[in-house]
């Protein structure tokens, strides 16, 4: 028995070894970096320095104060949370019904209908995203067609491109997946006897939904709104190309601190706010998810 | 005529392409009674069932509860409630709730509903389950509470889909004893689904054998047992004995049958009439057949058989001997191990004597 327990944690010693190095610890690096000053060439200042031959630490609270001295990044995250939660609301009410009736189909069409699901994963993101611009720009057969109409009730054209709807379309265009795939898993284990039963004992269609398929769901939906949540709310791809200049998110003025400010130790305090506000995410959605 | 019947079914066909699991099927069921459909797996019951409960609707016949055609309305709007194999109870709701949902569902107040369900659960004997999610009950539990949902707000009649199946066989026989006992408390009509011959014997007031899609008789559980009218009602409720053979002459309710390789033998009071030269099986209980080592004081009345021991199966309180005949024909016939210190009365190989008197066996057209 002792000599089983031990091969078990040599077996999850790898992927442990993994997470620490390479999440573990650059979390805690950065950590660390948010208390520093910038480099003057970008990177990060020292964190000690020697002085009349006594060793000083040289940290600082100036990131974190910076944060706070202002609103424009509370309000940035305040959108960027906003526009999370409108792409996972967006993908559940279009991903539930669809996963439902993948998981009520024959077992035959059941595959078909999950291959047609992930089929977009086997082209490139940026490939994706670069085909909405095609769809949304102003010479677009859509924008066109949809200014065609528009003029016919006299109502002046309208531009898709760089729009917060642009980008929506978009995040919820790549993130469906995500939600789809762990509502199918937890739906399609479903005892469909339960609905007979419910039906049998006097609810109608919508109870039985509501009573029945919705609550037994909750774990799928928690799954589901996690993956589309998180990914959602770091986003930076698409704001950049999609959302013009109003569209940035925090995953852009993040980006930005790293590549273009080279302020390293201020995208630290921006990234471990972001990381904080998913895992309470993670965790006040899985307590919702455990409830029964 | 005064109607008593709650349950009509007429002429119900249900077909599946071309698979035909209902065959014109035709049924009356009383007020009160403790019903039984009964057949091997595919001969159509619990489709039957399911076209009762409106999960299926039939490709053609009717069904009428208290006169009135039922098949318009949905399962949601008829006043019957379905007891599934699995039982189906709700895992994400509590005992209580889950006996509230009819209740609910009725649109009974709050205060009822508390009351109702309370006294529901004093009467399958579980009041402290109340709290508890189904998955932190037994079997036996699992099965009283579905039942408690499906009784507690009063159905005009209750159908059972193999309830007992899932349990282990002590516990089953408990639970059929509660059903017997609660059907005659409550006197709600019970519509009863099982393959298991016994289990419809021990419960049931009248018993339909289902087979491909068709009724073949719909008798109490004696008649059945004694008078089948076909050698598949004989061969699948209890064991039996089957002796081919031809009818030679009738008189009144007295046959003589010519049993292949066994000659001639007298059955009396056969209610069915044959025709000369028709072929038939002779029927016969493995507990009506006499055997002894010689028969002593033969009658006239009793067919009278030699063999010997060909096998036997001791089962305990009984034990089965296979006797061969003198053509090779088996004949089982079984004696109870009644006397002390003694558990074979014969070995295999003995010789033996088979009897049964002329009123034991039972005629069937083959």
Redesign the interface.
């Known amino acids: 028995m002792q000599g089983k327990s031990w091969s078990k944690y040599l077996l999850s010693l790898p992927p442990m070894a993994y997470l620490l190095i390479f999440f573990a610890a650059p979390t805690l690096i950065m950590l660390f970096a948010s208390f520093r000053y910038p480099g003057e060439y970008g990177g990060l200042a020292p964190w000690y320095v020697h002085e009349n031959g006594r060793l000083t630490f040289d940290l600082t609270l100036e990131n974190w104060q910076r944060l706070l001295c202002t609103d424009i990044y509370l309000r940035l995250f305040v959108k960027s949370i906003g526009y999370a939660v409108a792409a996972t609301l967006i993908c559940m009410v279009m991903g539930y019904p669809l996963a439902l009736m993948i998981a009520r189909s024959s077992r035959k069409s059941r595959d078909l209908l999950l291959l047609l699901v992930i089929l977009p994963f086997w082209s490139n993101f940026l490939v994706r995203i670069y085909a909405w611009m095609i769809i949304f720009s102003p010479v677009g057969a859509l924008t066109r067609m949809l200014n065609g109409v528009l003029a016919l009730f006299g109502a002046g054209p309208i531009t898709l491109m760089y729009s917060p709807t642009a980008m929506l379309v978009c995040l919820v265009y790549v993130h469906l997946p995500f939600m789809v795939l762990p509502l199918y898993a937890n739906l399609e284990k479903h005892?469909l006897?339960?609905l007979?039963?419910?039906?049998?004992?006097?609810?109608?269609k919508w109870?039985r939904f509501w009573?029945?398929t919705w609550?037994?769901s909750l774990s799928g939906v928690t799954a589901g709104s996690i993956l589309v949540f998180i990914p959602v709310l770091g986003m930076f791809a698409i704001p950049d190309l999609l959302g013009g200049t109003d569209g940035i998110m925090i995953g852009n003025v993040i980006k930005q601190q790293f590549m273009e400010s080279r302020d390293w130790p201020f995208g630290s305090v921006l990234s471990m706010v972001l990381t904080v506000t998913a895992v309470a995410v993670v965790l006040l959605g899985s307590r919702l998810g455990q409830r029964? | 005529m005064e109607i008593t019947e709650l349950l009509e079914i007429v002429t119900v066909s249900r077909h599946f392409d071309a698979f035909v699991a209902l065959d014109k099927v035709s049924l009356h069921i009383e007020a009160g009674e403790f019903f039984t459909l009964l057949g091997p797996s595919g001969c159509g019951k619990t489709t039957l069932l399911r076209l009762i409960?409106g999960?299926d609707q039939p490709d053609g016949g009717d069904i009428l509860l208290d006169g009135k055609s039922i098949l318009a309305a949905?399962?949601?709007?008829r006043p019957l409630?379905?007891i599934?194999?699995?039982y189906?109870?709700?895992?994400?709701m509590t005992v209580a709730e889950n006996i509230a949902?009819?209740l609910r569902?009725?649109g009974i107040a709050k205060k009822e509903i508390q009351a109702r369900v309370a006294k529901a659960l004093e009467d399958v004997r579980l009041p402290d389950k109340a709290s508890h999610?189904p998955d932190a009950l037994s079997g036996g539990q699992k099965q009283r509470i579905a039942i408690a949902?499906?009784l507690v707000?009063r159905p005009r009649l209750l159908l059972l889909d193999e309830p007992l199946s899932a349990l282990d066989a002590k516990l089953r026989e408990q639970m059929q004893i509660e059903l017997i006992n609660l059907q005659k408390d409550i006197g709600i009509t019970f519509v009863y689904v099982t393959h298991d011959q016994g289990e419809a014997l021990a419960l049931s007031h009248r018993i339909a054998v289902m087979d491909s899609g068709k009724i073949v008789q719909v008798d109490v559980p004696e008649r059945l047992y004694g008078f089948p009218n076909s050698r598949f009602v004989a061969d699948f409720i209890g064991k039996c004995n089957l002796l081919a053979g031809r009818v030679r002459e009738q008189h009144g309710d007295s046959v003589i049958v010519e049993l292949d390789g066994l000659g001639p033998v007298h059955v009396c009071r056969s209610e069915a009439k044959f025709a000369a030269g028709s072929r038939c099986a002779l029927t016969l209980r493995l507990e009506k057949i006499r055997i002894a080592a010689a028969i002593v004081n033969p009658t006239d009345d009793e067919s009278h058989f030699t063999g010997h021991v060909h096998d036997l199966l001791y089962l305990g309180d009984v034990t089965v001997y296979i006797v061969t005949l003198a053509n090779g024909l088996l004949l089982e016939a079984l004696l109870a191990n009644s006397a002390s210190g003694r558990t074979n009365f014969f070995e295999v190989g003995d010789q033996v004597e088979v009897a049964w008197s002329c009123d034991a066996g039972h005629l069937v057209l083959d």
């Open positions: 005892d006897d339960l007979d039963a419910a039906q049998d004992l006097g609810a109608g109870r009573l029945i609550p037994l029964r | 409960a999960f949905p399962p949601e709007r409630h379905t599934f194999q699995n189906a109870l709700f895992p994400h949902f009819p569902m009725a999610y949902r499906a707000n």
